[in-house]
């Protein structure tokens, strides 16, 4: 999890606000990132290749936490699991 976090750091630090979520995939998982602003985080929906996350159109308690930020960046993880036949 930690090469992840350390991945996901370096890529967003290099993004600004609400430009397009880049997505990734591995044998194992794929994973999205993207950076927000707060004005941006009601409703909000991060699309993958495998799956969404969608905010809460009335997420009013969550704006209000992280008003006081530039940014928020966001990672949706989406863990591959194979199943034997």
């Given amino acids: 999890?930690?090469?992840l976090n350390t991945v996901s750091d370096a890529i967003?630090?290099?993004?600004?606000p609400d430009e397009e979520a880049?997505?990734?995939q591995t044998s194992d998982?794929?994973?999205?990132?993207?950076?927000?602003?707060?004005a941006r985080l009601s409703g909000?929906?991060?699309k993958s290749d495998h799956g969404n996350f969608v905010l809460p159109v009335d997420s009013n308690a969550l704006v209000f936490q992280v008003a006081n930020n530039?940014?928020?960046?966001?990672q949706v993880i989406v863990p591959f699991v194979?199943?034997?036949h």
Avoid at 12 to 16: D, M
Avoid at 70 to 74: E, I, L, P
């Fill in 12 to 16: 967003l630090a290099v993004r600004l």
């Fill in 70 to 74: 530039d940014f928020v960046d966001a």
């Fill in 29 to 38: 998982l794929s994973f999205t990132l993207g950076r927000y602003t707060p």
């Fill in 1 to 3: 999890m930690q090469l």
């Fill in 44 to 46: 909000l929906k991060i």
């Fill in 82 to 84: 194979t199943r034997d």
């Fill in 22 to 24: 880049i997505s990734i």
